[in-house]
Each structure stands twice: as structure tokens, then as C-alpha cells.
């Protein structure tokens, strides 16, 4: 496989829904993808024989976005093995709901090692990379839920709203050396995560969204093409919203 002339994008949890959807669109775009999953294997790999179907180009990556030391130990490989990434987009997450008074610890700790250290630990590693090569675009799959509350997701609201102030944070680090870091903020898109909702749990999200639908993996995976794009290039630290109006 020639990659001598690809940029490369690591998109994590990209096995299925938003993930998978934005790991084919960079492809398609022309990113040489690293398809990071924690354990389902053969829908990783599905994603990567669609990729290379289509006439794209991807790598399996397995690691867990949580476990820092496997974090920096496949970042270093694509890095020795490939060369500097240029987009990283951290889309791994999990929500375990409860209302706060149920919150048991481990959930509280799951969610927050997942979704906000996880996210923190690939950031960190990207990082080094891009700066040294002087580009890069880094974006995180944060949530309409991190901007608004939401009864019953207390924990994942503070580790969806902490990414938004950490990529706040590090795009004021990181701008001089041309690595932008930029937040979307998806509302209800239809996937596995919202799959477990009932029909009248989603007839009163309906309720809330002035478009009157609930998103596709694909609202979100163009936005991100954008933001890894040269097109977006003057654009970072900002939070953009995915969720048809919900949130404004
Ligand atoms: P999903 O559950 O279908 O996919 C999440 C992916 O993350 C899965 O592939 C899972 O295996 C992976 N993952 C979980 N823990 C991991 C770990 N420790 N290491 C590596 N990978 C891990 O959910 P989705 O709806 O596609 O959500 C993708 C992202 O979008 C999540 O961060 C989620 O919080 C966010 N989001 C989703 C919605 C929605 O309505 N679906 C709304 C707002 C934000």
C-alpha cells in the first residue's frame, strides 16, 4: 500500500456509528485512516474492507482509549511506522446514566476515564507529533449534552462539558505551531448509543428539536471533514453544534 504522500487520521471508537461514519468520509476524502476500536475486531475490520472497497486506504488500531500507555505506545507506532498524524478525532465515548443520587463510583469513574481522560491522553500524544511537524487538526466528539444538562446524565455531562474547556485550553497552546483543536457538539443522531431509547423517549426529544428529526452519522462525519480540512484553516478553540437547532 502506497501512503508515501497520505495524510493520516486516527479516529477512535471508529468500529461503529459516528466513528465508523467519519472514518470512511476522511477516507473518501483522501486520509490514510487508522480505525481505532477497543475490542470489536471484526467490525473494525468490516469498516476498514468498506474503506478499502471504495478506493480508500486504512489500518486497524487497537487500543484502549483509557489506558494511557496503550494510548502512547500506538500513537508512537503510526508515528515511527507511518509518519506525523495530521487529524486525530477523538469520537470514543460511553454514557452510563443515572440520576446523581444512584451515581455509583465506578460508573462516575468509567465514564470520566473514557470520555474526557481518553480523549485527554490521544490529545497529549497527537500532540507531540503535530507540533513538531507544524500542522495538524485535532477534533473532539464532545455533546449537546455537555452544553445544556441533562436529568439522569450528570457524568457524562461533566466529562462531555471538561472537553470543551480542555480543547479551549490546549488550542491557546498549540496555535503557534498551527495545530487547531475544535468541538463538535453532536445532538440526538441515531446510532447504537440512542438505540436504547424508547419510542416515547424520543417523541419528547422530538419536542426539542426545532428541525424535527433526529440527526444521521453523517450531520456529524461532514462537519468533521470540514474541520480536518485545509478549508477550516483559520478556525480553532471553537465549539460548533451538530443537533438541528436543539441547543442554540
Ligand atoms: P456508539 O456507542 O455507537 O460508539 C462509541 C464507540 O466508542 C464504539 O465503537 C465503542 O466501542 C467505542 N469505545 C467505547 N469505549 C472505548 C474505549 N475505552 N476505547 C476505544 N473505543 C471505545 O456511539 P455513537 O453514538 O457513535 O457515539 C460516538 C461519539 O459521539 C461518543 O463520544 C458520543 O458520546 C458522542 N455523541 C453521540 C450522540 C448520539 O446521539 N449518538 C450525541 C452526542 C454525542
Known amino acids: 500500500m502506497n501512503t508515501a504522500a497520505k495524510s493520516f487520521a486516527l479516529v ?3 468500529s461503529r456509528g459516528i466513528g465508523a461514519a467519519i472514518a470512511k468520509r476522511l477516507a473518501k476524502d483522501g486520509h490514510h485512516v487508522f480505525i481505532n476500536y477497543a475490542s470489536n475486531e471484526a467490525k473494525a475490520a468490516q469498516i476498514r474492507d468498506a474503506i478499502v472497497s471504495a478506493g480508500g486506504t486504512a489500518e486497524l488500531c487497537h487500543f484502549d482509549v483509557s489506558n494511557s500507555a496503550q494510548v502512547d505506545e500506538k500513537l508512537d507506532w503510526i508515528h515511527k511506522s507511518f509518519g506525523p ?3 486525530l ?3 470514543a465515548g460511553i454514557t452510563i446514566d443515572s440520576l446523581l443520587l444512584r451515581l455509583k463510583d465506578d460508573d462516575l469513574r468509567r465514564t470520566l476515564a473514557v470520555d474526557l481522560e481518553g480523549a485527554i491522553y490521544c490529545t497529549r500524544a497527537a500532540a507531540k507529533q503535530m507540533m513538531r511537524a ?12 455537555g452544553e445544556s444538562g441533562n436529568a439522569g446524565q450528570s457524568g457524562y455531562a461533566a466529562a462531555k462539558a471538561g472537553l470543551i474547556g480542555f480543547s479551549k485550553s490546549i488550542a491557546k497552546e498549540l496555535g503557534s505551531r498551527q495545530v487547531r483543536v475544535n468541538v463538535v457538539t453532536p445532538g440526538f ?7 436504547a431509547l424508547t419510542e416515547s423517549q424520543k417523541e419528547a426529544i422530538l419536542q426539542t428539536i426545532p428541525l424535527g428529526y433526529l440527526g444521521a452519522a453523517d450531520d456529524v462525519s461532514s462537519l468533521v471533514a470540514f474541520l480536518a480540512s485545509g478549508a477550516s484553516r483559520y478556525i480553532t478553540g471553537q465549539v460548533i453544534g451538530v443537533n438541528g437547532g436543539m441547543y442554540m
Do not use: F, H, P
Open 12 to 14: 477512535t471508537g471508529a
Open 189 to 195: 443522531i441515531e446510532t447504537d448509543m440512542t438505540g
Open 134 to 145: 507544524r500542522q495538524g487538526s485535532i477534533i473532539q466528539i464532545s455533546s449537546v449534552i
Open 89 to 91: 478525532v477523538n469520537n
Open 85 to 87: 498524524l495530521s487529524v
